[in-house]
């Protein structure tokens, strides 16, 4: 085994997120698949409660924790886990991640030495949540990012997420996240765009960790009215020129179609946000609803 495949970072931001029980099942792997590694958890202003549970990492070996004295963010708390990476490889991987098998850890390290860049991609529980209030982020997780790596290679770059990827560390300092982008949304998108236009291929493998922070239809919703302004910046700026959205938005201007779209949106507003809080949402209503925000934010 060369010395790559030996030498593994694996990096956590943490924000209001117990991760105890995490990092120890990834120690745990990482011992078994005899490699050298350190996990480093930076915690990017969670609340008291969160940080006094997860402060008993600092006794855990080859675990550095540390509390960030100020909120970061998205972008900015990855890059300063980068740099106190000490190895070849690093796996980034989100702090409302379960590991469901028990060869996550191998699963990287058996790829990791032929590709710079390696997704594994990510699952939800099987069963929808019977809370209605949770059901449109699970409905919406399930058909667009639960993808296994047959469906994600045949749009390699779109089908990226900053969830769970491991990434040559010299790579990644040419590149990094994008600390401009302070608010939720696209930020994994742009970097993928970055990987493109460097002619890095990005691997897609079957390793993906479960998503366990399905968020109520009301914080989600908000969170995608920050997301569709950040995508609304990236496309004005020619940052970010093809996502799904902004596809299908150019499709309907070039058929002539927005304004037909538009009217019947705002003459249906109400029914169809509505139609978001009910039970088992349809997702045609919530792409409605993106590509309205979209056009909101692009004319603002």
Known sequence: ????NKMLSILIPIYNYDVTSLVIRLAKQCEKAKINYEII???DGSRERIKAKNQALRSVFR????????????AKIRNWLAKAASFDRMLFMD???KVPGS???QNYVDCIKEHQVVYGGRTY??????SKKKQLHWKYGTAREALNARKRSKRPYLNFLTNNFVIDSQLYARIKLDETITQYGYEDTLFAERLKELNVPIKHIDNPLQHKGVETTKVFLEKLQKATSNLATLYKTKALRHTRLIDF????KYWKLLPTFLNYYEKNQNRIESRLMEENPKLRYLQMHKLWLFHQYLNA
């Open 125 to 130: 529980t099987k069963k929808m949540p019977k």
């Open 103 to 105: 060869h996550f850890i």
């Open 1 to 4: 085994m060369s010395a790559i």
């Open 63 to 74: 675990v550095n924790y540390v509390e960030m004295s100020e909120n970061l963010g998205r």
């Open 95 to 97: 702090c409302d991640s």
């Open 41 to 43: 958890c930076f915690d």
């Open 249 to 252: 938005y150019e499709r309907l």
